[in-house]
């Protein structure tokens, strides 16, 4: 079974200040994914990742920037994070780009004040 | 506009009724999959049917590219299969998946 595991599992961050979301995952997939997730909208796709040092732009990039510094971990940062960042965040990984079984991190929800 | 539309929005069933859920897409797909999410906000992939039948369990998906339209039937449900039902499709033009708003299922006793 997969393991895709995230940190924090909740946070409450200030207007303004810099927010990292954290994933990690033990299956030596090559690609990684960050998604965000908000009622009306589903699950759109924020940055994603081919391998270590690879990142990619997806539906809804800005105001976020990623971080793949090995295989293992992928990381999303909000430099100055705004209120309309409040949303429920999911990580996942899986082995071919668009064609695989994504395996899911259990989410972080992420409050800015 | 929305890539991936889901129907119905909602839907509340009677044990041991079968479920059938909707999926249309805009563009055509190279991919297609179904995921559960939990009332606590797990995320599974289901299956993978970019064309065709297939069948897992009580579970049986049926996709028709030409029409850009996928079903999930739900046999005999269950209280434990409560929980919203997502679509996605990795697009011909793109290269990752997008998802549908999801179909909310509650299965009463």
């Known amino acids: 079974e997969a393991a895709v595991t995230q940190s924090p599992r909740n946070k409450v961050a200030v207007t303004g200040g810099k927010v990292t979301l954290s994933c990690n995952q033990t299956?030596?997939?090559?690609?990684m994914y960050w998604y965000r997730q908000d009622t009306g909208h589903g699950l759109r796709l924020i940055h994603y990742s081919y391998g270590a040092g690879s990142t990619e732009k997806g539906d809804i990039p800005d105001g976020y920037k990623a971080s793949r510094p090995s295989q293992e971990n992928f990381s999303l940062i909000l430099e100055l994070a705004t209120p309309s960042q409040t949303s429920v965040y999911f990580c996942a990984s899986g082995d071919a780009l668009g064609e695989d079984t994504q395996y899911f991190g259990p989410g972080t929800r992420l409050l800015v004040l | 506009g929305q890539q991936v539309q889901q129907s119905p929005a909602s839907l509340v069933l009677q044990e041991g009724e079968n479920a059938e859920l909707q999926c249309n897409f805009s563009s055509t797909a190279t991919q297609l999959q179904w995921f559960y999410q939990s009332p606590g906000g797990s995320l599974v992939s289901l299956l993978s049917n970019p064309s065709g039948t297939k069948h897992t369990g009580r579970l049986t998906s049926t996709t028709v590219t030409k029409e850009r339209r996928s079903s999930l039937h739900i046999s005999s449900s269950q209280t434990t299969d409560s929980g919203t039902y997502l679509c996605a499709i990795v697009p011909n033009s793109g290269t990752y998946q997008r998802f549908g708003t999801g179909t909310k299922l509650q299965v009463v006793p």
């Open positions: 299956n030596n997939h090559n690609n």
